[in-house]
């Protein structure tokens, strides 16, 4: 799309993606503006600590008992198909987890 600006005769141009950007369809299902996947994304966590509890077994094998992580920082949302940055649905995607 370009547009003129008002007070001078300056041209720019602005990518339909950028106004647009990741939408939701009427449904509440996220749509990436990249390449319109709307099935599979993926979540990144920085600075995680995974503590797994384990328990040996009489043949020296060790089978998991519990699991706990702790994410320290930021954790964000992308499109699996395009690996665009869908970060800013991110609080939506949790809401949606069941």
Known sequence: MTIL??????????????????????S??????????????F????????TTSYVQNPDGSFTPQSDDSRILGEVKLFCAECRHDLSRFHNRFVEMLF
Request: aromatic share 4%; hydrophobic share 35%.
């Open 5 to 26: 600006s008002k007070n001078s005769h300056i041209k720019f141009t602005i990518d339909q993606a950028t106004l647009q950007g990741p939408v939701t369809r009427p």
């Open 28 to 41: 509440g299902r996220i749509i990436c503006p990249e390449c319109g996947n709307d099935l599979l994304f």
């Open 43 to 50: 979540e990144v966590a920085e600075e995680v600590t995974l």
